[in-house]
């Protein structure tokens, strides 16, 4: 049987391993930061997911390139998302739903209708990112929040008219 190498890896105060984690890990840190865990959660998760590295000088570096990269991907895709919310704010979707003579939907109108409306425009916007706080059962005008991620977020005026029979 071969011989495998013995990874080197330092040892914390509690005798977890030390690791460099390489993306943020929900309720453990963010990217860049010395963490110690178990053992068993490190070599089963941690490492062979690629969301951690052991902490040696040449992880360090690559580590600060990539963070690098990764900053400056954001910040594009940051202004991307701003322009987006800017030409949002400019125009008025209409959705035609099927209602009754004193406007009251059959259904309703929600994030998945919106996103669609919008799509419609060429403007890519997922129904996730739609904020309503109830879905819209009458016709009307409605001032509908969108969350468009990165933390930035606009709003969008939704008319909801109704949907004129077929004959």
């Not at 089963?44 to 590295?53: E, G, R």
């Not at 690559?62 to 963070?67: A, E, H, S, T, V």
């Not at 035609?96 to 425009?121: C, F, M, Q, W």
């Amino acid at each position: 049987m071969p011989k495998t190498k013995r990874l080197n890896i330092p040892k914390g105060n509690h005798g977890n391993w030390k690791l460099v984690l390489i993306e943020d890990v929900m309720h453990l840190g963010k990217q860049g930061d010395v963490v110690e865990v178990k053992p068993g959660y490190a070599r089963n998760y941690l490492l062979p997911n690629s969301l951690a590295t052991i902490p040696t000088e040449h992880n360090l570096r690559l580590l600060d390139r990539y963070k690098e990269r990764v900053a400056k991907a954001r910040e594009a895709k940051v202004a991307d998302l701003k322009v987006l919310g800017e030409q949002i704010q400019r125009i008025n979707v209409t959705i035609e739903a099927p209602a009754t003579e004193d406007n009251h939907l059959y259904g309703s109108v929600g994030g998945p209708e919106i996103s669609k409306a919008l799509k419609t425009r060429n403007l890519s916007v997922e129904p996730e990112m739609v904020k309503l706080e109830g879905l819209i059962k009458e016709c009307g005008i409605y001032e509908v929040p969108l969350h468009l991620g990165h933390d930035i977020e606009t709003k969008v005026q939704v008319t909801v008219v109704r949907q004129m029979e077929k004959k």
